[in-house]
């Protein structure tokens, strides 16, 4: 069977937009001659849709956009996402589903059988699951049609599954002859080995060949890779679509597989992504430009570089605000970076200032020393006018602050954590070191200074990061086994982490929930992102002994 993968950057709730590039999609694959168009999960509406699912007109414009491009549908196949209705009692009214297209009318729907609850998935929240799913005749053959999650429950793959059922499995069974899988599958780092392998090993087991069409974009906070995987019945690799970035591609179902998966660097995957997820972020809320604060450090720079990436050099503003604890160095390596990258930077020091909310609390601060609330107060001025600079030019702040920061809660709310999109929030501070160093691989952008200086937020006189923290080094190994990985103190110690190190980075991060509930939305980018995902409580006292 000749099949088109439509890999498209869908836009929740564009149902118009959506609906287009589906349409242009279907044009492609008939001039292609493909006997079936094959769309990413809930492809009309976009993804997640979340509780836009909650409003009755939603789902009714989502089933009038299904009609439409069914109507314009002819010979040729064509397989979307959509938002169905149903009507079991007790249940929720709504399926995940899938719609068969052709000939100006549906020819067949299918539900999705397993409903994601675990990370940043609530899909049990809106969607009720089928209850079966049997094979749809189509041009002589019989298409096992699933969605996403139900590809993703290989008792032969995972050593411990959520769920009872084994969709793919089931259809082979009922005579399917091909598994075609529409996916909205949100990436992190790792997870094109691990979707690849699992898809080899099914296809392989069932004796099937297994196309999988993925959503590529962002949407809030998910980054979604592409990277669409066309599988022979032997497990053998047919074809795999572009990592970050739109793509159509039509293979035949028929063919033998013995292409090789194509591997990338951690670093780089991981830049494509920041990149997608800030430009994708920007663009569907609205916003053109970007502007931030420069302080000459590892971290802004990072950040500075993916948003010139994203946007053009043209639409991102760099701000220096330096205090009377900033060095010259400092404000060198930022000039330069803006120099190197081309954007916009200008220099606004907030010596004066500081000095005049400092006069008018010392009458209620008198006899009292000086201490972090100082510190803070720099970082709130600094806050104060970069988001001057948003409201004025319309552009979105975007905060600089890296992961081990906001575990640990190294940051100043109303400060640093000003802004509308947390861009490196789920990039552990060594991982920044890796992603610098990547991006500096062919000429140098980040000045070396701002990559090998010790870092310091220069809130007082000779300060460094590890006069609060521990070397990154341990601070990120405790924080994955903490709470990427869920590890406890006790087990933590155990794998040979020094033990006051240990209680001192937990008793950090469970303390800072609070800061991190008033964070801008930030990308997920690990397997385990403070955000959605994490649904740790604010006012609680458990704490380990």
Known sequence: MRIALAQIDTVVGDLAGNEAKILAAYRRGVEARADLVLCPELS??????????????FVEANLAALRRVAAATGEVGLLVGFVGESARRPGRGLTNS??????????AT?????????????????FEPATDNTPVAFRGRQLGITICEDVWNDEDFWPERRYRPNPAVALA??????????SASPWHLGKEKTRHAMLCSLAAKIGRPVVYCNLVGGNDELVFDGQSLVVDAEGRLIAQAEAFTEDFRVIETDLRGGATLRS????????????????????????????????????????????????????????????????????????ALAVNLGISYDVVPIQEPFAAVK???????????????EENLQARLRGVLLMAMSNKFGSLLLTTGNKSELAVGYCTLYGDMCGGLAVISDVPKTM????????????????????????????????TDQDSLPPYEVLDAILEGYVVRSRSAAQLIADGHGEAAVRRVVRLIDGSEYKRRQAAPGLKVTTKAFGVGRRVPIAQRWREA
């Open 44 to 57: 009309l509406v976009g993804y997640p849709p979340r509780d836009l699912l909650l409003k009755p007109a």
């Open 98 to 107: 899938a719609a068969l297209l052709a000939d100006g009318q549906v020819v």
């Open 110 to 126: 299918r539900d999705k059988t397993l409903l994601p609850t675990y990370d940043v998935f609530d899909e049990d929240r809106w």
């Open 173 to 182: 069974g009922a005579g399917a002859e091909v598994i075609l899988n529409l």
């Open 264 to 335: 990338y660097a951690d670093e780089e995957l991981l830049f494509h992504a920041l990149v997608l997820g800030t430009r994708d972020y920007l663009h569907k809320c609205g916003f053109n430009s970007a502007v931030l604060g420069l302080s000459g450090g590892i971290d802004s720079a990072v950040v500075a570089v993916l948003a010139t990436e994203a946007l053009g050099k043209e639409n991102v503003r760099g701000l220096a605000l330096p205090s009377g604890f900033s060095s010259q160095g400092s404000l060198d390596d930022a000039r």
């Open 359 to 373: 006069q008018q609390l010392a009458p209620l601060f008198a006899g009292r020393a000086e201490d972090t609330t």
């Open 432 to 463: 920044v070191y890796r992603l610098a160093r990547w991006i500096n691989r062919d000429r140098e952008v980040i000045p070396s200074a701002s990559i090998t200086k010790a870092p310091s937020a220069e809130l007082r006189p000779d300060q």
